[in-house]
């Protein structure tokens, strides 16, 4: 059973950076898709960021493009989300997924397992 536990929340003002992790275990990643999705205040949960296990492939949301950076370290297990630039529209929770579907989707009902969420405040 795949378990996904994230850290690395917080808050943080407009402009500053936080690096979100995502320590997953229970399975051999080799062939999954791992992604970052965030769901705001009174809005639905969106797409954020996903990225192969290998690291081979990465896709954004626009809203993130150039200011987010996803990454694995095989090793260690791990997906980090690297936000630079914050802004208070990023203020959400952020939730780790993962699939073993063999494609990169960035719907939310593609991904099998879920990690609990960790909070980030931007504040202005």
């Known amino acids: 059973q795949v378990q996904l536990v994230e850290s690395g929340g917080g808050l943080v003002q407009a402009g500053g950076s936080l690096r979100l992790s995502c320590a997953a275990s229970?399975?051999?990643?080799?062939?999954?898709?791992m992604g970052w999705f965030r769901q705001g205040p009174g809005k639905e949960r969106d797409f954020v960021a996903a990225?192969?296990?290998?690291?081979?492939?990465?896709q954004y949301a626009a809203s993130v493009r150039g200011r987010f950076t996803i990454s694995t370290d095989n090793a260690e297990n791990t997906v980090y989300l690297q936000m630079n630039s914050l802004k208070p529209e990023d203020t959400a929770i952020y939730y780790c997924?993962?699939?073993?579907?063999?494609?990169?989707?960035?719907?939310?009902?593609?991904?099998?397992?879920w990690g609990q969420g960790t909070q980030v405040t931007v504040s202005s």
């Open positions: 229970g399975r051999t990643f080799s062939r999954y898709t």
């Open positions: 990225i192969t296990w290998a690291g081979d492939s990465t």
């Open positions: 997924a993962a699939t073993n579907r063999g494609f990169m989707p960035t719907w939310d009902l593609a991904y099998d397992s």
